[in-house]
């Protein structure tokens, strides 16, 4: 299992040596991530790969500061082809709220959103499996459940326009323990949110 962060607390400039980024412009002002005019900018943290294509990604956003402009984390990308799911907040000028995407070589397509939404925000992609959920303070504000992207070590980070500031990202796989059987009775633990194990059976009749 694997975890990485990143709160962007360094000299204005590049954003260092253990990210890459795959289009656009995305550098340091101020301890924060902030976006390139025009199009997307999009960067993945490639310090290390995740260990399992189930993992979350998570970052604040900050998207008021001027018009027509979205940011949000990346999940599930296997290399620099514009492949992954994302989420991102859409300034409030807008009217857009929240948005949970699919992007396959470049080209994106809507799966779920929620129209709320303004100010600083935590957003949180989780993808397990077929499916894919955006939290948004804790709160479940958008889900799929879409098969086209199953493989991708990478997670990171994307802005639209100018000004998106995104800032304490964070990516880590979804721990879900492995499953034996015992006289046909399946053994498991549910997968651990944010630090915490919902559910673990440790023993069935007496056996551990």
């Known amino acids: 299992m694997a975890s990485y962060s990143d709160d962007f607390n360094r000299a204005n400039g590049p954003l260092g040596a253990n990210w890459t980024v795959d289009v656009g412009t995305l550098t ?3 301890n924060r991530v902030l976006s390139g005019s025009g199009g997307g900018n999009a960067a993945r943290y490639t310090g290390g790969a995740l ?3 189930n993992h979350f990604s998570q970052c604040t956003c900050a998207v008021d500061r001027a018009v027509n402009d979205y940011g949000g984390p990346i999940a599930r990308q296997a290399s620099s082809t514009l492949t992954f799911y994302m989420g991102y907040y859409a300034d409030e000028s ?6 949970l995407i699919r992007v ?3 080209v994106d397509t809507l799966l779920d959103s929620d129209p709320s939404g ?5 957003m949180k992609l989780e993808v397990d499996g077929s499916t894919q959920e955006l939290y948004v303070g804790g709160v479940l504000e958008a889900s799929a459940s879409d098969t086209q992207i199953t493989s991708g070590l990478y997670a990171g980070i994307i802005g639209y326009n100018s000004e998106s500031a995104l800032d304490d990202w964070q990516s880590a796989d979804l721990a879900i323990a492995s ?5 046909g009775l399946a053994i498991a633990s549910v997968k651990e949110v944010d630090g915490l194990a919902i559910a673990s059976v440790k023993s069935i009749m007496g056996l551990e």
């Open 28 to 30: 340091i002002s101020s």
């Open 51 to 53: 260990a399992s294509a």
């Open 94 to 99: 807008l009217s857009t709220g929240y948005r």
């Open 104 to 106: 396959v070589s470049g």
């Open 118 to 122: 303004t100010g600083l925000i935590t």
């Open 179 to 183: 499953v034996k059987e015992v006289d």
